[in-house]
């Protein structure tokens, strides 16, 4: 038994006709994925400028506080300075917290700041020497005290002058 030529163009046709079933449910599948991910992609966009957009608006409020707030600084140093201007009681006493301070008011911004953390800094170092300091003391020993109030007294004098300084320069 032998195939006729009919025979086989009749299995051809099967064959294409399935084939092409088989490529029509293919590209069915393929074309799902592809409009999957563009819709994927279009939404996650999308997304991202909706967040994007709203991280936008809090770092605006933010800056817009931050205006304000330097506004209102900047009227009340104002403020200060006219008073200043008028008030010779507030001149003197300016004055004299400029000298205890040792306060130059033409120092250079960044040599002030530089100042402020050397001075911070020594602070620091020294309030820690006089927490061992203390932490050894005699408490039968009343020289002993008297000389750590004192120490402890130089010590907060020292940071009311610092505070005094930052005081001052941002008054200026």
């Not at 800056?63 to 001149?91: F, H, I, N, P, T």
Request: proline content about 2%; charged content about 30%; overall charge negative.
């Amino acid at each position: 038994m032998s195939l006729t030529t009919e025979d086989v163009e009749a299995i051809g046709n099967l064959l294409d006709q399935r084939l092409e079933k088989y490529d029509r449910k293919q590209r069915g599948r393929r074309r799902f994925w592809l409009w999957f991910w563009i819709l994927l992609f279009v939404v996650s966009t999308v997304a991202s400028l909706v967040a994007a957009r709203e991280l936008m608006a809090q770092a605006q409020g933010y800056v817009d506080r931050l205006g304000e707030e330097e506004r209102k600084w900047s009227e009340m140093k104002l403020a200060y300075q006219a008073e200043l201007a008028r008030d010779r009681q507030m001149q003197k006493e300016r004055a004299e917290a400029e000298t205890h301070a040792h306060y130059d008011s033409a120092k250079p911004q960044a040599q002030y700041e530089a100042d402020l953390v050397r001075n911070t800094l020594k602070l620091f170092s020294k309030t820690k020497t006089m927490q061992d300091k203390v932490a050894k003391l005699d408490p039968d020993d009343p020289d002993a005290q008297l000389q750590a109030m004192e120490d402890t007294a130089a010590l907060t004098s020292d940071a009311m002058g610092m505070v005094m300084q930052m005081l001052l320069r941002n008054t200026d």
